[in-house]
Nanobody, 114 residues
Framework: ARVAESGGGQVQEGGSLRLTCTTSGIILSSFTGNTMSWYRQTPGNERELVASIIPGGGTNYADSVKGRFTISKDNVRRKVFLQMDNMKPEGTAVYYC??????WGQGTQVTVSS
């Protein structure tokens, strides 16, 4: 399977961005039957979990993004999204999509300026 993130960029504090994770080479049952997640990483730090969506549609969020970020997925198009609202400068990081634990994209840079 291949995973590619898009939608990153620069935004001012309080603004919004929508990240998209596009997958290919993954069969539908694998896409719908596994957890999809977004992580982020800053230089010198470990990759941290931002949000996850489990097969039944339930979601989990890091405390730092609860109420501001929303993860969703489109099973037909096999895409995963991360809507980021009311963004804060500490959200500046490279954001990665993780598919079924095993597959990672190359990441997309998000920069939030104050």
């Amino acid at each position: 399977a291949r995973v590619a993130e898009s939608g990153g960029g620069q935004v001012q504090e309080g603004g919004s961005l929508r990240l998209t994770c596009t997958t290919s080479g993954i069969i539908l049952s694998s896409f719908t039957g596994n957890t999809m997640s977004w992580y982020r990483q800053t230089p010198g730090n470990e990759r941290e979990l931002v949000a996850s969506i489990i097969p039944g549609g339930g979601t989990n969020y890091a405390d730092s993004v609860k109420g501001r970020f929303t993860i969703s997925k489109d099973n037909v198009r096999r895409k995963v999204f991360l809507q980021m609202d009311n963004m804060k400068p500490e959200g500046t990081a490279v954001y990665y999509c993780n598919v079924a634990v095993e597959y990672w994209g190359q990441g997309t840079q998000v920069t939030v300026s104050s």
